[in-house]
Structures are given as structure tokens and as C-alpha cells.
């Protein structure tokens, strides 16, 4: 198993949670930064654009040459658009409507960091979210509050559990952590 000492640079209990699972050693810790980008970029490269950014601000978390420091960031792609968290109870309907019937990406992008190292990479999972009436879409968002969710859904609550019809790519990674991907990199740290 991996025996590093890792700062998870997240406020994600999703993250946490996935983190914990796999079994690693980690510790937590939070710096807001600003998640700007260019809107000209490609739609699949926010992330882990975003990623990187978060990486390189929280980079003072680092005090020792053994522990590593990760962070992510995950966007819902559809039709070359990025939808990011929502702003509020408008803004996540709106965003469910859009993805109600449809296919979506989820991407989400990682930077693993150390003294030494430093490794970008991303996961990219397409969904499907079955068609939904404004009245289940009503429901989730005043009952289940996405709001720190992108694309306003979180797939392991009630949404994810009565609507979505079909996933190709990594559960987690919709969740916000491709895990088996995270175990692979840091695999080129020991």
C-alpha cells in the first residue's frame, strides 16, 4: 500500500470519503482559490487546468520532502459547455433541465505534487441522466441542495439513484476522485 503522507487540498466530503476508502493515509487542507479560466479553453481541460491552479496555490502546504500534496477539480461537460457549481436554486434547475434526457462528461482533474514532482492528469466518464419533469427536478434541488456540486447533481444521492440511466467510465470519478487513476499515478512516487 501507499505509505506517503498526503495532503488532500479539498473540501469535498465526496473526496473524503473515496480518499478514506482507498486507504490512505491523508490529512485535509483548505485554501480558497480563485477558479477562473479563460472560457476560450477547451471544455475538457478546465479541470484539470483548475487542478493545477488549486495545486500550485495551496504548494506551501508542503513542509517535508515525503508528503504529496493532491488536489482536483471536477467539471459536467455538455454540448462543449462547462457547467460548474451553481449559484443558486435557478441556476441547478436550469443546469438538471439542460441535463435531463441527455448525455454529459463528467471530467474531473487531478495534480499530484511533491518537492520534486509534479503530475497532471484528468478522467473523463460520460453519463446519462434519464428525462426528468420540473416537479422531480423541483424536489432534488429543494431536498438534496446541490450547490457545491458540478452540473447541480451529485450520482450517489437520490439523482444518481432514480435517474441516472447509464454510465461508460469510472463511478468515482463522477463522484469526484477517479480513484483507480489517483492509485496508478501515485504509484511514480514511491
Not at 416537479?135 to 450547490?147: C, L, R
Not at 440511466?165 to 469510472?170: E, F, L, N
Request: proline share 5%.
Amino acid at each position: 500500500m501507499f505509505n506517503r503522507p498526503i495532503i488532500l487540498a479539498s473540501k469535498s466530503p465526496r473526496r473524503h470519503q473515496l480518499m478514506h476508502e482507498c486507504g490512505y493515509t491523508f490529512t485535509v487542507q483548505v485554501q480558497d482559490t480563485d477558479e477562473d479560466f479563460d472560457p476560450a479553453m477547451p471544455a475538457l481541460e478546465v479541470a484539470p487546468f483548475l487542478a493545477q491552479k488549486k495545486a500550485h496555490a495551496c504548494r506551501n502546504f508542503l513542509k517535508t520532502p515525503v508528503e504529496i500534496l493532491l488536489t482536483a477539480d471536477s467539471v459536467v461537460v455538455i454540448d462543449g459547455d462547462v457547467l460548474n457549481k451553481p449559484a443558486d436554486y435557478n441556476e441547478a434547475f436550469a443546469m438538471i433541465r439542460r441535463l435531463s434526457g441527455n448525455m454529459h462528461t463528467v471530467v474531473t482533474g487531478v495534480c499530484l505534487l511533491d518537492s520534486a514532482k509534479e503530475i497532471v492528469f484528468k478522467d473523463e466518464t460520460k453519463v446519462w441522466l434519464a428525462a426528468m419533469t420540473d416537479e422531480a427536478i423541483d424536489y432534488y434541488v429543494k431536498n438534496y441542495a446541490p450547490f457545491d456540486k458540478a452540473g447541480s447533481y451529485g450520482i450517489q444521492d437520490w439523482i444518481g439513484l432514480t435517474h441516472i440511466a447509464r454510465i461508460d467510465g469510472s463511478y468515482s470519478n463522477v463522484m469526484g476522485l477517479p480513484t483507480a487513476k489517483v492509485y496508478q499515478y501515485l504509484q511514480s512516487f514511491l
